[in-house]
């Protein structure tokens, strides 16, 4: 049953496109054709929720607002989605509802963030996530379609709007849908939510406020040290300097590459740590670092990042390729941090060592 | 053919979205000023308050800053706001 109090609207449409652009009308649409939400289908998808209609399952405190689980499932079916998604989303929903992932600035900054959703563990396989080839882009149903229902949530029921709270200068495609899973079965490594304490049999998502990808790219027989060499020289690049924290998502060729030489993902981790370090004068003259110069400018140096583990590293792609990507946190200091959910258990992980900025630099 | 759609929307009651009485002057009012906590903003609340004060006679407060851009405003400086002044200006300036 359609909830009481339900907004209801009857329309006498001469076919299905004209139901479509009745949708654009209402401003229910992210620039895409939406599925018209119409009730049965709507009521079908209620049925197979894993919660209940008046369930809460997106808190944002800042403008005190509640997101039900009725609303959730009418985005869901406009974003395209299948019923057996619905548990991806929620356990989304909910890890940006944590408060240190303080959903109202990622969802309204200039910085333009998306909400970048990892999945790890057998739900994967069961809905059809892909985490290889070109799992960023186009062509697998559950990720089109998981990433957009969150952003819709974030336009129908937060009024994220561009121009109006959505004031992102530039934003990136992310914005449209952001999931994909981590490729555990090319890993040389264990997955990331085994390594954040969840079992291997467990199935999480793991959300981050991103800025869009960098690419690190070597080829050309590429060894370790040229793959360390350019994700080092990446992650220390000014334009995203900050204390925040980050996704690596290591493409399998790179992976093997780390792996046979002996280097493991915590490894790796303190690598890029280590790599990313600036010295106060680049972050000053950058703008990066608020403040007159120092006489010790130029040989104090700061990480992108607070701890190593800030570096969230995970293996995807396809087999062939010489590709690994880093999504930098959106925020200048650390105004949001990544949030990991399980959808086996509601467990919930915050990989927070505190939100405040490091002294001196600029928030969020 | 006939179609019953759903809104994706919540319902109105559910977001605060009432706008406060407007002010018809700010002579002789009480001006609260806000800093979020990014760069300049401060600045920015500043000048205002100080023109405010100087050429339209309102009674400004000082400034208060969140310790952070992305935190709420303490519950308690809203009480004091509440109580004590009829506008908040808030500002950004970086």
New interface residues.
């Given amino acids: 049953m359609?909830p009481v109090?339900?907004?209801?609207?009857?329309?006498?449409?001469?076919?299905?496109h004209a139901?479509i652009e009745?949708?654009y009308e209402?401003g229910?649409s992210d620039g895409l054709p939406v599925v018209?939400?119409?009730?049965h289908v709507?009521e079908r998808f209620a049925e197979a929720a894993p919660w209940a209609p008046t369930e809460i399952l997106l808190t944002e405190?800042?403008?005190?607002?509640?997101?039900?689980g009725h609303?959730v499932v009418?985005?869901a079916v406009?974003a395209g989605c299948r019923p057996e998604y619905l548990s991806v989303i929620g356990a989304a929903l909910r890890a940006m509802s944590h408060a240190d992932f303080?959903l109202h600035?990622p969802a309204s900054s200039t910085g333009g963030a998306a909400p970048v959703i990892v999945v790890n563990g057998p739900i994967r396989d069961a809905i059809g996530l892909n985490s290889g080839a070109n799992l960023f882009g186009p062509g697998a149903r559950a990720n089109a379609t998981i990433g957009r229902c969150v952003r819709?949530v974030l336009r129908?029921?937060l009024?994220a709007i561009p121009g109006a709270l959505d004031m992102a200068t530039q934003g990136w495609f992310g914005k449209y849908s952001s999931c994909f899973g981590e490729r555990e079965e090319a890993s040389p490594w264990p997955p990331l939510h085994v390594r954040l304490g969840f079992a291997a049999d467990e199935s999480t998502v793991t959300v981050l406020a991103t800025e869009s990808a960098h690419n690190i790219h070597t080829c050309s027989g590429a060894t370790p040290d040229m793959v360390l060499a350019t994700a080092a020289d990446v992650v220390r690049g000014l334009g995203s300097h900050s204390d925040g924290q980050s996704l690596v998502v290591i493409g399998p060729e790179h992976a093997g590459i780390l792996a046979g030489a002996g280097i493991n993902a915590e490894q790796l981790a303190r690598f890029l740590y280590d790599s990313s370090h600036r010295t106060l004068a680049d972050l000053r003259r950058s703008g990066r670092l608020?403040g007159p110069p120092q006489a010790d400018d130029a040989t104090r140096r700061r990480p992108r990042a607070r701890v190593p583990e800030d570096f969230f590293v995970l293996v995807g792609g396809g087999d062939a390729g010489c590709s690994s990507a880093w999504f930098p946190s959106w925020?200048r200091?650390r105004?949001?941090v990544a949030i990991t959910v399980s959808i086996d258990t509601g467990a919930v992980r915050a990989s927070s060592p505190g939100?405040?900025?490091a002294p001196g630099l600029?928030?969020? | 053919?006939?179609?019953?759609?759903?809104?994706?929307?919540?319902?109105l009651a559910?977001?605060?979205t009432q706008l406060a009485p407007r002010l018809t002057t700010v002579r002789g009012a009480h001006i609260g000023l806000l800093a979020n906590?990014?760069?300049n903003g401060d600045r920015l609340l500043e000048a205002v308050g100080t023109r405010l004060t100087e050429e339209h006679g309102a009674i400004v407060h000082p400034v208060v800053t969140k310790?952070?851009?992305?935190?709420?405003v303490h519950s308690h400086v809203l009480d004091t706001f509440q109580a004590e002044v009829a506008v908040v200006l808030t500002a950004i300036g970086?």
């Fill in positions: 359609t109090g339900a907004e209801l609207t009857d329309l006498d449409v001469s076919d299905v139901a009745w949708c209402q229910w018209p939400p119409e009730t709507v405190p800042v403008r005190g607002i509640e997101v039900d609303t009418v985005n406009m303080r600035i819709l129908n029921a009024g608020e925020s200091g105004g949001s939100p405040a900025s600029g928030a969020p | 053919m006939k179609l019953r759609l759903v809104s994706p929307r919540l319902p559910g977001v605060m906590s990014k760069r310790p952070h851009a992305s935190l709420p970086d």
